[in-house]
T-cell receptor, first 115, second 115 residues
């Protein structure tokens, strides 16, 4: 499977615990995006990387959230001191900018439930 | 920032009929308009996209139209089949540049195709 992959697919945690998600983009894709999707809503942008540089963060990304893409390949999203409001699907997407346009391809997501 | 409104939120059609989903956007800088299909528990999958330099694009039973003056775009599915049943999301984004290219999604349309 050469698509975007995410791990784990499901995570149940207790409030206050830290969690970390991983995203492996499509090989050679230079941009990687994180989105959050709550039930019945469209995905909302969280942050994105161009290679290893984190270039933009949404206001949705509180200081409990941190993302890295250390070698410009896979990325991790960590949530510290989880809250029940963090329960959502966390989606990763990757793209290759060619010329003037890019297309984002999504991973299967990590569904987080905070009890 | 960009705001994307999507209508209707639910749409039920008889197999073989056409379905139309409409989206409006607020930011005149938006230049790229993809449509994603998301089946229950699965990743959003790109089904068609349109760029600002064209007004219409067709791919078999799926077509998208764009009216930049009115800032709206629509998805048209003809000869609907039960397997078209899913949630459809429209999105908008500016032309990619070093400042980022995050997608702003509409709220989604749940399409149900009755056999």
């Amino acid at each position: 499977d050469t698509g975007v992959s995410q791990d784990p697919r499901h995570k149940i945690t207790k409030r206050g615990q830290n969690v970390t998600f991983r995203c492996d983009p499509i090989s050679e894709h230079n941009r990687l995006y994180w989105y959050r999707q709550t039930l019945g809503q469209g995905p909302e942008f969280l942050t994105y990387f161009q290679n290893e540089a984190q270039l933009e963060k949404s206001r949705l990304l509180s200081d409990r959230f941190s993302a890295e893409r250390p070698k410009g390949s896979f990325s991790t999203l960590e949530i510290q001191r989880t809250e029940q409001g963090d329960s959502a699907m966390y989606l990763c997407a990757s793209s290759l900018v060619r010329g003037a346009w890019e297309t984002q391809y999504f991973g299967p997501g990590t569904r987080l439930l905070v009890l | 920032g960009e705001n994307v409104e999507q209508h209707p939120s639910t749409l039920s059609v008889q197999e073989g009929d056409s379905a139309v989903i409409k989206c409006t956007y607020s930011d005149s800088a938006s230049n790229y308009f993809p449509w994603y299909k998301q089946e229950l528990g699965k990743r959003p999958q790109l089904i068609i996209d349109i760029r600002s330099n064209v007004g219409e694009k067709k791919d078999q039973r799926i077509a998208v139209t764009l009216n930049k003056t009115a800032k709206h775009f629509s998805l048209h599915i003809t000869e609907t089949q039960p397997e078209d049943s899913a949630v459809y999301f429209c999105a908008a984004s500016p032309k990619p540049n070093n400042a980022g290219n995050m997608l702003t999604f509409g709220g989604g349309t749940r399409l149900m195709v009755k056999p």
